[in-house]
């Protein structure tokens, strides 16, 4: 009994801190229509970020800020490129992540002198420093979980909130229909590069905490979060689709869940950790597959065009 | 004053498909003045919209709007100024928001979109005056969204939102060209209506050339890249539909269609 109710907090803490990950990935893929697989790098430079600064004892929670506001300079990148440039999104995920590689291993040696891992086991991170839920509650896990439900709760509502403003607004219907954006009298590729910045934000703010919670960080730890993060948000956004005033941030937290509740049911089942990554690419393509037109979505998303302008108006 | 000077466009320069269209074209519209646009296809008829609002930029030649040079001013810095209501209804408003959201959006035009609250309850009662007006029920369903809206409701509501803040141009780029008979003519009377009660100066282009006749208070036909009839004032208010109809089909079978 103890084993499962182990598991189940296990997954409900995971699966919470990944939703970060998630609800940043909405803001992109959903909202903006622009799947963004700058996460790869963007994820990692969180946690290498944080498990640097809290080396060097930075208060845990302001790390948690400062790989927000990371991850936001990264995703401005990302965006610069798709709306200066004219890059597919397809290539600016590639180009940034790519790039990120070494931006990480540059951080992480320069913290940690000449290291490949940041460790800070014995130093205080936002769960094991934590007071703000007494110990009488339950087991470190449980008040880990708490903590994490407060986080996404926390960053759940402010989202909710930022998409009822003007700005909100605006940024929802620049990802809808970029023409309305510009009869508006606003520069879509403002918002745009503003929406790919809050993702990647939140992307490095999930980086940030995994590492807190993990006690370490490493390069490694990007490798599959797009996959990850994307499946989620399809899971969740196919699935709850038809949940009447459900919002689309509760659907993709849902999401998220349903996809560690997955992957750690396969890993329960006895398959060793090697194969860690191959299940997260199993269950990103059932996600596919069940997905119906999200697949289609994506695939137009990653290899939409920016136009130039005047370009496709035809001679009428 | 909207003011278009010398100005010349080549489509596919330098390729076989090289299509000179505009070759020093010049055109003056006077504040006030309802525009309406015939032509056939491929005429210019379009592309002197897309001109004006930035979508296309001329190869050479200025448009001068209200004394201002704005050649070269992005497309979404001129729609500060101007209003414009494309042919296909799905693009002048987001799908994805109610026309409650699609209106506050649009109110706000011109000014911060701020982290402040974007719907005011307080404004539901004048979206509500302004939807009435178009006589189609929309003003009992605020929470539904512009997605689910027909291509008449969703055009009207896209006019609505072109006109709600104070702009100097309304550009009509063939805005009842995807609704059935019924419906645009019930857009054209709509159109009618907000274009004389904001006394705004328009440029309309439409296939439908009683429209044209009926509505506005100049009529332009153009032919590959010239304006082969310019009729306004009196004779425009006499103006019947078969005294055009002789020089549309010399035009259109010229073009072969």
New interface residues.
């Given amino acids: 009994m103890n084993f499962v109710v182990n598991i189940l907090i296990g997954i409900v803490e995971e699966g919470l801190m990944y939703a970060l990950l998630a609800m940043g990935m909405y803001i992109t893929y959903s909202i903006l229509d622009f799947p963004d697989l700058s996460v790869d790098g963007t994820f990692p430079l969180g946690a290498v970020l944080t498990g640097v600064l809290i080396l060097h004892g930075v208060n845990p929670w302001l790390c948690l800020l400062i790989s927000f506001a990371a991850g936001m300079l990264a995703g401005t990148l990302t965006g610069l490129m798709n709306v200066k440039l004219k890059i597919i999104p397809l290539l600016c995920g590639i180009i940034m992540y790519t790039a990120m590689l070494s931006v990480n291993l540059v951080i992480i040696r320069t913290g940690t002198n000449g290291g490949a891992i940041a460790s800070f086991f014995t130093k205080s991170t936002i769960f094991n420093s934590a007071t703000i839920i007494p110990e009488r509650i339950g087991g470190f896990y449980l008040r880990t979980a708490i903590i994490a439900l407060i986080l996404v709760v926390l960053c759940k509502v402010i989202v909710d909130l ?1 998409l ?7 940024l ?2 620049t990802g ?2 970029e ?10 590729g403002t918002m745009k590069i503003f929406g790919l910045a809050l993702g990647n934000g939140f992307a490095a703010l999930a980086g940030s905490v995994i590492a807190q919670n993990k006690g370490s960080a490493d390069q490694q730890m990007g490798i599959g979060m797009v996959v990850l993060g994307l499946a989620s948000v399809i899971i969740g956004l196919s699935i709850f689709k038809r949940v009447k005033l459900m919002k689309g941030t509760t659907m993709v937290i849902l999401g998220s869940l349903i996809y560690k509740a997955s992957y750690q049911i396969v890993l329960e089942l006895g398959l060793p950790t090697e194969w860690n990554n191959f299940v997260k690419a199993v269950i990103f393509l059932i996600a596919l597959v069940i997905g119906g037109d999200q697949l289609n979505k994506l695939i137009k998303g990653l290899v939409k065009r920016p136009k130039k ?2 370009e496709n ?4 | 004053m909207l003011e278009l000077n010398n100005i010349n466009k080549v489509f596919n320069a330098g390729t076989v498909d090289e299509n000179r269209l505009f070759d020093n074209f010049s055109l003056k519209v006077a504040d006030g003045e309802f525009v309406s646009l015939v032509g056939s296809n491929g005429s210019g008829k379009t592309t002197l919209l897309n001109v004006i609002c930035g979508t296309l930029r001329p190869d050479s030649g200025s448009v001068v709007f209200g004394g201002t040079d704005i050649t070269n001013a992005p497309e979404y810095k001129r729609a500060r100024r101007i209003g414009r209501v494309l042919q296909d209804p799905k693009m002048g408003t987001c799908a994805t928001l109610s026309i409650l959201e699609n209106m506050a959006l649009a109110e706000n035009k011109n000014k911060r979109y701020s982290l402040g609250r974007a719907v005011n309850k307080h404004r539901e009662e004048y979206f509500k005056s302004l939807l009435e007006t178009c006589g189609m029920g929309l003003e009992n369903r605020l929470g539904v969204l512009a997605g689910s809206l027909s291509g008449g409701q969703r055009q009207a509501l896209a006019l609505i939102i072109a006109t709600m803040t104070d702009i100097e141009l309304l550009i009509l780029d063939e805005h009842t060209a995807a609704l059935d008979p019924k419906s645009s003519e019930t857009l054209m009377e709509i159109t009618q209506r907000v274009v004389t009660e904001k006394k705004l100066t328009t440029l309309m282009v439409t296939h439908n050339l009683r429209f044209a006749v009926d509505y506005g208070t100049r009529l332009i036909m153009m032919h590959s890249g010239s304006a082969v009839m310019d009729i306004d004032g009196e004779r425009k208010r006499e103006l019947h539909i078969d005294d055009i109809l002789g020089k549309f089909n010399e035009i259109s079978i010229e073009c072969g269609n």
């Fill in positions: 930022y009822k403003t003007k700005n909100g607004l605006l929802r219907a809808d229909n023409r309305y954006a510009i009869m508006l009298g606003k520069d879509p302008e005047g108006v035809r001679a009428e």
